[in-house]
């Protein structure tokens, strides 16, 4: 994997925040960058790790990823469209919320174990940057599909992920306090389904290579050629999530 192409402090080439308002914000950027907190990768580097993610074979799925993925099929269609991956990003970030706010009452009741306390507040750390990556990633689809002019019906782009969210939260809660292994594997799942849907999608779409990606975004999540790099980027991010969640499969409970 390359190394990361923006810093988290760095003079960025101007990216104005609301194409047609006034031109007047500052051309140096001393916020950071990006709150995804994953790295930002060149265009030749998206490139590699596309082939990279389509030529790994998917996890092995367990009943409830299947049942999942199964229903979104069922609501949005098996094809991929911006609209479907919206919906999914509005569901993507519910895990996280609950593990940032499990780690805060484990830091309540371990803060004077200093060795467990700092692992905790790392996994906060961590938490929450995950959850700001899937704010973006939920953003950016969101200004995507309105530009089209998509996501237009009430009930599915809004009830439906509403009661979709809802359930999701629930579950990943029961699963977080009565199996918190199980609640991990079935993010790796979801997160895996993310990386390689977004990856098929740029490979069955080669037009979007010529859709030129412009963001309000941009300032804050990074900003990409095209469309088909933009999705790299986040298809990219999605593995870094399911790595991310792997990794707490194997670490003992932060508890
Ligand atoms: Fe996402
Ligand atoms: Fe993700």
């Given amino acids: 994997m390359s190394a990361p192409t923006l810093a988290r402090h760095h003079a960025a080439p101007r990216v104005h925040p609301f194409p047609g308002a006034p031109d007047t914000a500052p051309t140096v950027v001393l916020a950071p960058l990006t709150a995804a907190c994953t790295p930002r990768l060149g265009r030749r580097a998206l490139l590699?790790?596309?082939?990279?993610?389509?030529?790994?074979?998917?996890?092995?799925?367990?009943?409830?990823?299947?049942?999942?993925?199964?229903?979104?099929?069922?609501?949005?269609?098996?094809?991929?469209?911006?609209?479907?991956?919206?919906?999914?990003?509005?569901?993507?970030?519910?895990?996280?919320?609950?593990?940032?706010?499990?780690?805060y009452r484990a830091l309540g009741r371990r803060h004077r174990d200093a060795g467990l306390a700092h692992r905790i507040t790392e996994r906060i750390e961590e938490n929450r940057a995950q959850q700001d990556n899937e704010q973006w990633h939920l953003l950016i689809l969101s200004e995507l599909v309105a530009a089209r002019g998509g996501g237009r019906s009430w009930f599915r782009?809004?009830?439906?992920?509403?009661?979709?969210?809802?359930?999701?939260?629930?579950?990943?809660?029961?699963?977080?306090?009565?199996?918190?292994?199980?609640?991990?594997?079935?993010?790796?799942?979801?997160?895996?389904?993310?990386?390689?849907?977004?990856?098929?999608?740029?490979?069955?779409?080669?037009?979007?290579?010529?859709?030129?990606?412009?963001?309000?975004?941009?300032?804050?999540?990074?900003?990409?050629?095209s469309v088909a790099d933009l999705l790299r980027q986040i298809s990219h991010d999605e593995r870094m999530h399911k790595l991310e969640s792997e990794r707490y499969l194997d670490e003992a409970p932060l508890r």
Avoid: C
Avoid at 68 to 77: A, R
Avoid at 183 to 206: G, I, Q
């Fill in 48 to 103: 590699h790790e596309h082939r990279a993610t389509l030529a790994t074979p998917r996890r092995p799925y367990g009943p409830v990823a299947r049942l999942l993925f199964v229903t979104m099929d069922l609501l949005y269609g098996r094809r991929g469209t911006l609209e479907k991956f919206m919906v999914l990003e509005v569901v993507a970030r519910i895990p996280y919320q609950i593990w940032e706010n499990a780690a």
């Fill in 157 to 225: 782009f809004r009830l439906l992920p509403w009661v979709m969210a809802a359930s999701y939260y629930h579950l990943s809660w029961l699963l977080h306090v009565v199996a918190p292994r199980r609640a991990y594997r079935l993010n790796a799942d979801f997160e895996d389904h993310a990386e390689h849907t977004y990856a098929e999608f740029v490979a069955e779409h080669p037009e979007l290579e010529a859709v030129p990606h412009r963001s309000a975004f941009a300032a804050r999540y990074g900003s990409h050629g």
